[in-house]
Nanobody
Framework: QVQLVESGGGLVQAGGSLRLSCAAS????????MAWYRQAPGKQRELVAIISSGGSTNYAGSVKGRFTISRDNAKNTVYLQMNSLKPEDTAVYYC????????WGHGTQVTVSS
């Protein structure tokens, strides 16, 4: 089974930056899609950004222009560069990947203070 290991979460001040990483291991197939989701307390999990193996991307409107998703296909790793962070970005961020199945990381906490 594929495992996703996230890193890079933490506590930052509003206006600051964080870079999240997620490395997929154990896949015997091409990972077609990788994405970042987030879930704040009391809210549903929402898609933040998604990237295909070909490099096409989509972003939630709330983060577009501030966040950048990228991937290293050779490493099966996806990144999320988060700039100009706002307190409303505070959430647990989850990595997602899909080959013939779909896989989730355990999440990494991002807290943005005012």
């Amino acid at each position: 089974q594929v495992q996703l290991v996230e890193s890079g979460g933490g506590l930052v001040q509003a206006g600051g930056s964080l870079r999240l990483s997620c490395a997929a291991s154990g896949s015997s197939f091409r990972i077609n899609v990788m994405a970042w989701y987030r879930q704040a307390p009391g809210k549903q999990r929402e898609l933040v950004a998604i990237i295909s193996s070909g490099g096409s991307t989509n972003y939630a409107g709330s983060v577009k222009g501030r966040f950048t998703i990228s991937r290293d296909n050779a490493k099966n790793t996806v990144y999320l560069q988060m700039n100009s962070l706002k307190p409303e970005d505070t959430a647990v961020y989850y990595c997602y990947a899909a080959d013939q199945g779909n896989y989730w990381g355990h999440g990494t906490q991002v807290t943005v203070s005012s």
